[in-house]
Structure formats: C-alpha cells, structure tokens
C-alpha cells in the first residue's frame, strides 16, 4: 500500500521560510517521479514544483527562486524549500507520486497515481 505522508507546514509571516517534507511507503522511491501541488480556499488545485527520479526538476513560475523541491532516497522522502513566503502562497499543499521510468518531472496531476492528505501552509502579512 503506497503512502505519503506530508509534513512541516504551518503558519509564518510573509518573507519567511517553510520546509515541506514527504515522506513515501510502500512504492519503489528510486523510480518515483514527485510532485508537489497546492490548492488555496475556492481555487482549484495547481501545480508548484516537481523532481523526477533522476534529478530533473520544474517549478512553476510564481515560485522560482523562491523555492526549492529535493529528494532524499536514502529516506524515500521529497522536501519543498520555501523561502520568502508570500501571503499568496497560502494553501494546503499536497504531495504526489507516481512510479515511472521516464525521466520526467511531470507538471499535471493527472499524471500522478498516488497523493498526500495536504499539509496547509499560512502566510500573514
């Protein structure tokens, strides 16, 4: 039984810092490409930041330079570095995954099988 498990979300003042974690179970880690989404109140679910198995990585371009997605296989988990935080950025993010041999890091959650219960992430001005 595949499972993640997000961590390290809550609540900062806008230009702080945030370091999601996903922890990943029962799933082939080293071929695993990862993403990380974000859905804020009324809005539909987006994609933030993605990592492939092989160390491929895509952001969306409202958080460039501000974020950074990582992946640790020695603990099977992918992190989400978030730095000078927005007010914007408010929302639950979700962690997903997918097993894969493509190298790809996959920017729409259609193409992933298996998510998160979200970890919600507050920004305050």
């Known amino acids: 039984q595949v499972q993640l498990v997000e961590s390290g979300g809550g609540s900062v003042q806008a230009g702080g810092s945030v370091r999601l974690s996903c922890a990943a179970s029962?799933?082939?880690?080293?071929?695993?490409?990862m993403g990380w989404f974000r859905q804020a109140p009324g809005k539909e679910r987006e994609f933030v930041a993605a990592?492939?198995?092989?160390?491929?990585?895509h952001y969306t371009d409202f958080v460039k330079g501000r974020f950074t997605i990582s992946r640790d296989a020695a603990k099977n988990t992918v992190y989400l570095q978030m730095n000078s935080l927005k007010p914007e950025d408010t929302a639950v993010y979700y962690c997903?995954?997918?097993?894969?041999?493509?190298?790809?890091?996959?920017?729409?959650?259609?193409?992933?099988?298996?998510w998160g219960q979200g970890t919600q992430v507050t920004v305050s001005s």
């Open positions: 997903a995954t997918v097993f894969t041999y493509s190298g790809t890091a996959y920017t729409s959650n259609e193409r992933y099988d298996y």
């Open positions: 990592v492939s198995w092989s160390g491929n990585t």
């Open positions: 029962g799933i082939n880690f080293s071929r695993c490409a």
